[in-house]
Structure formats: C-alpha cells, structure tokens
C-alpha cells in the first residue's frame, strides 16, 4: 500500500486545514488509516483513525471536537480536517494504513506509511 499526504501549510491560530492520504495498492479492503502527528522534540503520537470493523472514528482527547477524520471511498482517499488549530498542534503529520483501529485513535498492525506533511500554526 501507498500513501501520499498532502496539505500541510501554515495557519494562523484558530484558524482550519485540511489534510489529504491518498492510498493505493492491494489490499486496501482489509486495511484502514489513521493519522499521526510529531511535534518538534516530542514522540510521535496517534490523532485519529477509522475503524474499519464498524466506522467509528477515533480521536485522541487534545483533539476532540477540532478535527474530524473521514473518507472518500470512490477516491481512496482519507481526510483530517482540522478547525480552530492551536499552536502545539504545530507537527508533520503522517497518515498510515493498519489492520485494526480503536478507542483513544489506537491504530494498530500498521504495514505502510505516507511522507509527513507539515502543519503550523502560528501568528
């Protein structure tokens, strides 16, 4: 599987982006995608994903309410829209394609990952 993501950019605080994952390859049926961000100095940590088992969608807590994860199934893309962004939400963010997705956005079994794409936020 491939990806490829896009839109990263620079925002203003408050302000909103949208990030794209275009997947292709075989096996993306038995796949899904989550995305991940990595702040300067910090580890990288889990944002979001889909599960595939019954699409529910996922969001770790600092993101809760500001992005909404979502697909394109026509198109195999994946999204991650991002509104009201705040300045520690400043980091690459990387889409994924894992076997499983659960609570707390717990991508797990991931097989392939996407170029980082950066995103920051500041006035």
């Known amino acids: 599987v491939q990806l490829q993501a896009s839109g990263g950019g620079l925002v203003q605080p408050g302000g909103s982006l949208r990030l794209s994952c275009a997947a292709s390859?075989?096996?993306?049926?038995?796949?899904?995608i989550g995305w991940f961000r990595q702040a300067p100095g910090k580890e990288r940590e889990e944002v979001s994903c889909?599960?595939?088992?019954?699409?529910?969608?996922h969001y770790v807590d600092s993101v809760k309410d500001r992005f909404t994860i979502s697909r394109d199934n026509y198109n195999n893309t994946w999204y991650l829209q991002m509104n009201d962004l705040k300045p520690e939400d400043t980091a690459v963010y990387y889409c994924?394609?894992?076997?499983?997705?659960?609570?707390?956005?717990?991508?797990?079994?991931?097989?392939?990952w996407g170029q980082g794409t950066l995103v920051t936020v500041s006035s």
């Open positions: 390859g075989f096996g993306l049926d038995y796949l899904t």
């Open positions: 889909i599960s595939r088992r019954d699409g529910s969608l």
């Open positions: 994924a394609a894992g076997a499983g997705c659960y609570p707390g956005a717990d991508l797990v079994g991931v097989l392939s």
